[in-house]
């Protein structure tokens, strides 16, 4: 089936450590996206990537980090400058080359600092 | 700058209660909305996508309206049902690149 597959589910990072979320996708989508969900806020933007190689900060690039070296591939790095982590965060995909585009979601991965 | 608004927060109706919800945008420039479900601790499911040159979609129980002139979209729920219990978000597409989303509306669906 195609789809948008995250991974791990669940994330625990110690304060200081940096940890990374995986995000694939088989959709042969251009466009990916990172987004941070934290409870009665709307979904925010971190990073977005529209070709391979290439990516954009978004609303609240800061504290993260990714890259896109596959099609397929979209990995969030959250650094250890990031001071709040802690939240739920869901990646996306979406086809290339139309503003009238629907995006496809990721399972999410919630992420706990302890 | 856009910012979305859904209104209410929350809302719990009995089994069977048609429904609406209510998403608010700022600026009517936008190319596109789309309304979304999202269950508990789950990523987001497209329900209805309304491109900005259309005033309404319709999937099943769905019915979505898109008044760009007034800054308003409804998501109207027929017949409802406990399955249809979730969180539900609508986002508006502002340029190539940016999708501005709201905070949501909480459903709840008594038997």
């Known amino acids: 089936d195609g789809g948008i597959t995250q991974s791990p589910k669940y994330l625990f990072r110690k304060e200081g450590q940096n940890v990374t979320l995986s995000c694939e996708q088989n959709?042969?989508?251009?466009?990916m996206y990172w987004y941070r969900q934290d409870p009665g806020q709307g979904l925010r933007l971190i990073y977005y990537s529209q070709i391979v190689n290439d990516f954009q900060k978004g609303d609240i690039a800061e504290g993260y980090s990714v890259s896109r070296e596959k099609k397929e591939s979209f990995p969030l790095t959250v650094t250890s400058a990031q001071k709040n982590p802690t939240a739920f965060y869901l990646c996306?995909?979406?086809?290339?080359?139309?503003?009238?585009?629907?995006?496809?979601f990721g399972q999410g991965t919630r992420l706990t600092v302890v | 700058k856009q910012e979305v608004t859904q209104i209410p927060a929350a809302l719990s109706v009995p089994e069977g209660e048609n429904l609406v919800l209510n998403c608010s945008f700022t600026d009517s420039a936008i190319y596109n909305l789309q309304w979304f479900r999202q269950d508990p601790g789950k990523g987001l499911t497209s329900l209805l996508l309304?491109?900005?040159?259309?005033r309404e979609q319709t999937s099943g129980r769905l019915n979505a309206s898109l008044d760009k002139s007034s800054g308003r979209s409804t998501l109207y729920i027929a017949a409802s049902q406990p399955g249809d219990s979730a969180t539900y978000l609508c986002a508006v597409k502002t340029s190539y690149d940016k999708v501005i989303f709201g905070p949501g509306t909480s459903l709840s669906v008594i038997p």
């Open positions: 996306a995909s979406s086809i290339q080359g139309g503003l009238n585009t629907e995006a496809f």
């Open positions: 959709l042969n989508h251009d466009a």
């Open positions: 309304i491109q900005s040159s259309q």
